[in-house]
């Protein structure tokens, strides 16, 4: 599980393990089909950005280069193009990633309905990384600024009024969610998920996998990143 | 292109699809009527359209009108043999056209879903400020106060409380 690694497959970069570094940083994107991710991420990025295909994993990449505190942050936003529609996300979307913007169509309450679905599955797998909420479209309906959405209120989380047509609060949104994404590496608080990435150890040395294999592609253990 | 469409419509009996266009080698405007063959109140509009536009007869001419147009035509002449009035074969086109906010678009297939996001994305430009556009600003930040006391937006009324 969470092993988004491509065998062979030189050519493609998922290299995850490089999100281990500490200029890396990964940020997913979740929510239903056509509620704006990719035009959200077109428009922070303006002409910065040259996605990268990967449709063999039905992927989207983004990369971008931060300044945060005055350090230079790669980062990489990946984005879901399309497999939202298998109404679940494949576990290496969710692998090492260090923050999550979820995304909601104002004019479509269905999107905002699943919310909850897509944060139970991101909970699955990062219990503890940061997520912000993000009501897309207002340009569509202002009107819907002037309403209470509660889910984020419940949860906890950032939430954000943004329109990926006409700008607004599009570069708050993101980095705000790259320094959340610094701000959860550096403090590499995530215990929960070092003692699920454990589990999974345990379970593949029960399961007695091909040792040779494990060698190269188990997460392996790793002293807390500096 | 020698052939330029100008504008395209519609004569209802027989029922023909009828495209204005400039011939730019000869340097004139011309007015070509297409019959649409075998057609009644039960066609398919969309199959319709799409064998107008492959008809080697027309092809050349119709290069410049999109298939969302020429079906659109049809409906309006499906509309007319249905006995339709011409503002309610309008106005079902105009639902066509409108995205159905209860619609989960996460189950439709991809012709589905692109015809769903091609309606979203006309919005989307007519909204849209682009970078080159003389008044753009990249970073807009307005603050929208979520305070309880706020109207609902409704959509939290039911089933929500296991969060």
Known sequence: MANGRPGGDAGLELDQEKYDAAENVKIICLGDSAVGKSKLMERFLLDGFQPQQLSTFALTLYKHAATVDGKTVLVDFWDTAGQERFHSLHPSYYHKAHACIMVFDVQRKVTYKNLSNWYKELREFRPEIPCVVVANKIDADMKMTQKSFSFARKLNLPFYFVSAADGTNVVKLFSDAIKLAVAYKQNAGDFMDEVLEELENVELEKKGGDLSDKEEDGPEEKPPST | ?163
């Open chain 2, 1 to 163: 292109m020698a052939f330029v469409a100008k504008k395209c419509g519609i004569q209802l009996q027989p029922p023909s699809i009828i495209l204005i266009y400039e011939d730019r080698l000869k340097n004139n405007v011309r007015k070509r009527i297409m019959p649409v063959r075998n057609f009644s109140k039960f066609s398919d509009c969309s199959r319709a359209a799409e064998q107008l536009k492959n008809n080697p007869r027309h092809k050349t001419y119709l290069e410049g009108i999109s298939m969302e147009q020429l079906q659109k035509l049809h409906w309006l002449l499906r509309g007319h043999l249905e006995g339709q009035s011409l503002t309610q074969s309008l106005e079902q086109i105009q639902l066509k056209e409108t995205i159905d906010p209860e619609e989960n678009l996460n189950k439709l297939d991809d012709k589905e879903l692109a015809k769903r996001k091609k309606i979203m994305d006309e919005l989307f430009e007519k909204n849209r400020k682009k970078k080159d556009d003389p008044d753009f600003v990249y970073n807009v930040e307005v603050e929208f106060p979520q305070d309880e006391e706020l109207e609902s937006c409704g959509w939290d009324a039911d089933s929500d409380d296991e969060f």
